[in-house]
């Protein structure tokens, strides 16, 4: 079972399959990363695709790294395995005051090479061969990856076409006596949804009542619009010993490159968590764990200051997308930097689309269909770049289609 056609084989790439394992080759990397390795080998292209954000990293963060490296020999040596007892405790302290979450540092909390290895360790913790696990449709390609890496089985529940909004009855339909699981980012990528806190309460109650594990993604937990604020399911008491929360230091700090996270889990399912982070990681990079303390510990001016760029980038790109509403319909984001453009050519299916933009438009988009059946026919779009590059592909696009529209 594959999520969806490579981008790469779609484009002529052959893969080696003889002494490859079943489970590797069940998967594929991700369209999100496929995308600008096919740009890379074209001259010019501008990006809407990797959800990259452009600000630097602040520059309080890089000065604490600095003189870490500078002056204290330990900042290139391994940490304890779940990372410093310093920045647990700073995270403890960050998650209570921000969403009312009480974490134990000692305990309940693991510092990770971003929040890719919490999930991809949490999957792998509760996910045996054949279980279901509930993804909402659309829903984050890396996600349905984990879960076949696992050896799991995907199972797509719609959101509302609407608004993006979470179905739980649907959901609720879905499970069976195999499903075990079930997966969500929130604020959402692909959609740029911010879930209903009613809704959220709801799949809550519905993992208690059908025994499931809740993976909560929340790396964009910080960024919501238009003065709406973000329901972490981590607060929820009734969660506490069936809900695995993974968070980031990439987009809320601007610290893609740094490769730090970290997971938030009761004891006794990060015990188990552990025994593959050590068999993948050993440790988050300490040179990281000091970046994110400062991060934690710094001014957070400028969180606001992205939050309020990215505001400003959401309407920018909403606004050019009016000018192609002839070719595209769209939902606008209430949170995170993506959303889905659908097509109104239907005999344009999004793994072409996307590569026809790519080639003969110059930018760079990401097929819908990575991200499960609910993408098909949509091209995510991101807003994380520079205003002029988010403008310039606009106009690129826009001159495109109004050329050669997609039959």
């Keep these: 079972m594959t999520s969806s056609r490579s981008a790469l084989e779609a484009a002529g790439k052959r893969f080696r399959t003889r002494s490859i394992s079943r489970r590797v ?71 209570w005051r921000e969403k009312g979450v009480r974490a134990d540092p000692q305990r309940e909390l693991c510092v990770t ?66 499903t075990g699981a079930v997966i969500l980012c929130n604020p959402h990528n692909p959609t740029g949804a911010n879930f209903r806190e009613a809704d959220l309460r709801a799949l809550a109650a519905l993992a208690v009542e059908r025994d499931l ?76 764990q000091i970046a994110a303390l400062a991060a934690l510990e710094g001014p957070q001016d400028c969180v606001t200051e992205i939050r309020a760029a990215l505001e400003r980038r959401r309407d920018l790109i909403c606004s050019g997308l009016e000018t192609m509403r002839d070719h595209f319909s769209f939902v606008r984001p209430r949170g995170a930097y993506y959303l889905l453009a659908r097509s109104r050519h239907p005999g344009a299916g999004s793994m072409d689309l996307a590569l026809r933009l790519l080639n003969e438009a110059r930018v760079i988009t990401i097929p819908g269909a990575a991200f499960g059946p609910g993408g098909e026919h949509h091209v995510r779009l991101s807003f994380g770049g520079f205003e002029e590059e988010i403008q310039e592909a606009l106009d690129r696009m826009k001159a495109w289609l109004d050329r050669q529209p997609p039959s």
């Excluded at 700090?253 to 990060?270: D, F, I, K, N, S």
């Design 213 to 288: 594990i809740v993976i909560a993604d929340e790396t964009y937990d910080f960024l919501t619009f238009d003065g709406e604020s973000h329901f972490s399911l981590a607060s929820l008491p009734e969660l506490q010993d069936r809900i695995i929360a993974t968070y980031s230091f990439s987009k809320k700090y601007a610290m893609t490159g740094w490769r730090v996270g970290y997971v938030h889990a009761c004891e006794g399912l990060l015990d188990q968590m552990m025994k593959v982070h050590d068999a993948v990681a050993i440790c988050a990079p300490t040179v990281s």
């Design 113 to 178: 090479v971003g929040a890719m290895e919490a999930l991809s360790a949490a999957v792998l913790t509760v996910v045996d061969r054949g279980d279901e696990v509930l993804l909402p449709s659309p829903n984050y390609a890396s996600h349905i990856e984990q879960v076949l890496l696992a050896e799991g089985v995907p199972l797509f529940v719609p959101l509302k076409a609407g608004d993006w909004q979470l179905d739980v009855e649907a959901m609720a339909r879905a499970v069976t006596p195999r």
């Design 25 to 95: 080759q069940q998967i594929n990397i991700s369209a999100i990363k496929e995308m600008p390795l096919l740009a890379s080998r074209l001259e010019g292209c501008v990006s809407l695709g990797q959800g990259i954000p452009s600000f630097p990293t602040p520059p309080h963060i890089v000065d604490a790294v600095c003189r870490a490296l500078r002056d204290r020999p330990e900042s290139g040596k391994y940490t304890l395995g779940p990372g410093t007892a310093r920045l647990r405790e700073a995270i403890a302290a960050s998650l």
